[in-house]
């Protein structure tokens, strides 16, 4: 029976290298010392496997740094920031075009291809939208100009009927002698015989008369008057008759 007992204690196994050869025969010789020995041995040997296993993965990580030194790999990576920016670039582009929309279309939020589709119908709206104003703006400007020019027209023609009326001056120029000045359009106004002529008739002789013509058909006529012993002659009440054959001439 004490033959069986071991000469050491098994609460801790020595190691390899502490182990006497006495030992190691006595451990060959007893199957369950053998078996624990075997089963230490290989937890030792599975504890040096994975604690390899951190050194390899830190190895094969640099590996794959040191990838990306590959100019594929550096090509690849430029395109993926290209494309990324191209299409940075092309999201502003469609939120612009969005921003031109009406308000109502930009409250809801729309997919791109709903987006370039609604643009593509709205810009014949706009574009009979731009037609109409330019065609009302043109009617405006017709009548704006129809009625400046009716405006200058009345104003012609009051300017027209101003300058028309005849204007009649009679002064003394002397002992029996009397002064006539006349101003009138000359063709729709009495003709210088019928002014001589009624002259005349209010006991007037002419001594001297003279007349001009300007280029808006104004005459002007300078008489010159020789009054009659017999005859009483107002020089105020003889314009007012004159304007009276004038006018009386004129309807």
Known sequence: ???LSPQFSILGWPS???????QKSWMSDNPFVNCNFREKQASESFF????????????????CGTTSRDPAMVKKLNHNASERDRRKKMNSLYSSLRSLLPETDQTTKQSIPATVSRVLKYIPELQKRVERL???KQEILSSITRHRD?????????ATVQTSSPTVSASRAGDGEIVIQICAVKVKKSPL???????????LQVLNASAFATFGETAF????????????VECEVLSQKLMSMYHSREE
């Open 16 to 22: 390899e290298a502490d182990t006497s050869p006495e």
């Open 134 to 136: 330019k065609q009302r």
């Open 193 to 203: 015989s019928e002014v001589l002529l009624h002259l005349e008739q209010e006991g």
């Open 48 to 63: 040096l496997f994975t604690s390899s296993r951190p050194e390899a993965e830190c190895n094969e990580f640099k590996s």
């Open 221 to 232: 006529y300078n008489l010159h008057l020789q009054v009659r012993e017999s005859q009483g």
């Open 1 to 3: 029976m004490l033959s």
């Open 150 to 158: 009716h405006n200058h027209q009345e104003k012609r023609r009051k």
